[in-house]
Each structure stands twice: as structure tokens, then as C-alpha cells.
């Protein structure tokens, strides 16, 4: 019994020194208005962030502009509470490699992690609403993207020059992909997979990625005109994949590539 009890007290220690502390509020600069709490800016001196969830018991609902940019921060974990992350919120972090976003956030707005080179692995929120125009952009170190279905507004060039890039997941369920310029010059990209409930990839999203190889799609053709754009650039060059049963693929926009069925 009691080597029971050792074991489990032994655990619980590990499982606490696991959990990161949140940060205390002492390192935010904040506004209370109309009930809930900005951050204006971080003064503390931890690399690991924990953004607590509520400052004087209101909730902590927004990251303010340039609240934590060209901070030496490494991680950040943003509670469920944020709803909007800023204009630059996080421009500029050099040393941001890990990026925690809780469940209730609804939009990042322009800039707010652009230049942050050492994220690799970005998960977005499923619930995010809205992408501002360069928000991850210059994030010259990442590689893998999870981008949720519930994205409704994307603003121009918010991943442009990511240049590591090899990996987009897309939620099943995702409709429409992309605005103009979105993954513009991300020149790591060379297989994109699509999921069967696509319905619409917009002009430009991909333009400039000049190794793309293989588009695969599962579904039906999407409504599709120059998303793959680049300048002196032999279309045929990318393969089209597509299943067999599957419509649309006739349509004009299609024959400038090479039509692979599967």
C-alpha cells in the first residue's frame, strides 16, 4: 500500500513539474475596458510565456498590438479566453519556436507573427475565423501548417515567403483556400493535397511556388482559375491527381496542366 501511495505521489510531482506556471501579471503591461483585459506589452524576462486567462478576476480577451514583438521569448501558450491576437503582436520574435493557442480564438489579425523564423510547426485553432494579411509571413524556419475548416476570411500573403514549407494540412470540411498571394514564393512546397470538400482555390494563392510538382485532390474539381500562377512557367509541369469517378475535370482551366487519374 504505501509503495501505491509513493508511486502516486511520485507522479503527481512530475505531472506538476511538466505544466508550465502561468506567467505571474506582474510581467504585462494591460487595460481593463468594458470588462475585459488587453495586454499592451510584456516586460517580464521568461522565455516560456503562459498568458494567464484572467487579470484582476476579468478575462484576458485580446493580445494588443506589438505587445510582445521583438521579444526573446521562445514559447507562449495563449488561454482559451483571447478571441483576437493584434497587429505584430508577436513580430519579430526570433527566438519563438512554439506557439500554443487556446479554443476561442477567432482572428489573427496582419503581421502578428511575421518574421518569427523559428517556428517550424504551426496548429491552428479549430473555431479560427480570420487570417490577416502577412501574419505568419517571413517565418523563414517553418515547415508544417494545420490550417482548420472554419477560416472564413483570408487576407493577402499570410504565409508569403515561408520558405521551409513543405507541409499543408487542410481540414476535411475546408471549402474555400486561399486569397491573393496567400503562399505566395513559398519555394519548399512541391506536393499540395486537397480534401474532397474543397469547392473553391482563389486567384494567386500559390503563386510563385515554383516547385510545386503534384496537386492531389479527392474530390471534385474546384472552381479554379490562376491559383498556381507563375511567370514563364510551363503549367504542364505540375501533375493534377485526381480519383477516378470524380467530376469536372474536363473544364478548360484543367488541360493547360498534366492530368494524372488515379
Known amino acids: 500500500m504505501k509503495r501505491i501511495i509513493l508511486l502516486l505521489c511520485s507522479t503527481a510531482i ?3 513539474s511538466c505544466t508550465p ?4 501579471i506582474s510581467a504585462f503591461e494591460y487595460t481593463i475596458k468594458e470588462e475585459t483585459v488587453l495586454i499592451k506589452s510584456y516586460v517580464g524576462q521568461e522565455k516560456q510565456v503562459v498568458i494567464p486567462s484572467e487579470i484582476e478576476g476579468y478575462p484576458v480577451t485580446a ?8 521579444q526573446d521569448i521562445e514559447t507562449v501558450v495563449i488561454p482559451d479566453t483571447v478571441t483576437v491576437i ?15 493557442f487556446g479554443s476561442g480564438l477567432i482572428a ?3 503581421n502578428a507573427f511575421y518574421g518569427c523564423v523559428s517556428l517550424e510547426n504551426l496548429e491552428l485553432p479549430k473555431g479560427l475565423q480570420s487570417i490577416g494579411e502577412c501574419a505568419f509571413s517571413a ?21 508569403m515567403s515561408d520558405t521551409a514549407l513543405t507541409t499543408i494540412l487542410f481540414e476535411e470540411g475546408t471549402k474555400t483556400i486561399g486569397g491573393w498571394a496567400t ?3 513559398c519555394y519548399s512546397l512541391e506536393t499540395i493535397t486537397f480534401p474532397d470538400s474543397v469547392e473553391l482555390i482563389e486567384d494567386g494563392t ?6 510545386i510538382k503534384d496537386v492531389i485532390f479527392n474530390g471534385n474539381a474546384p472552381i479554379m482559375n490562376e491559383a498556381f500562377y507563375m511567370e514563364g512557367r510551363d503549367m504542364k509541369e505540375i501533375n493534377i491527381h485526381y480519383k477516378e469517378g470524380t467530376s469536372g475535370w474536363d473544364a478548360e482551366v484543367w488541360q493547360k496542366y498534366t492530368l494524372v487519374k488515379s
Open 183 to 185: 503562399f505566395h514564393a
Open 139 to 159: 517565418c523563414i524556419g517553418l515547415k508544417q501548417v494545420f490550417i482548420p475548416n472554419s477560416i472564413e476570411h483570408w487576407r493577402q500573403s499570410a504565409f
Open 108 to 110: 489573427i489579425e496582419d
Open 14 to 16: 512530475i505531472l506538476t
Open 21 to 24: 506556471a502561468v506567467t505571474d
Open 63 to 70: 493580445i494588443g498590438f506589438s505587445a510582445f514583438g521583438r
Open 206 to 211: 500559390f503563386m510563385r511556388c515554383a516547385f
Open 86 to 100: 493584434e497587429e505584430y503582436a508577436f513580430g519579430d520574435c526570433l527566438y519563438l519556436s512554439e506557439i500554443h
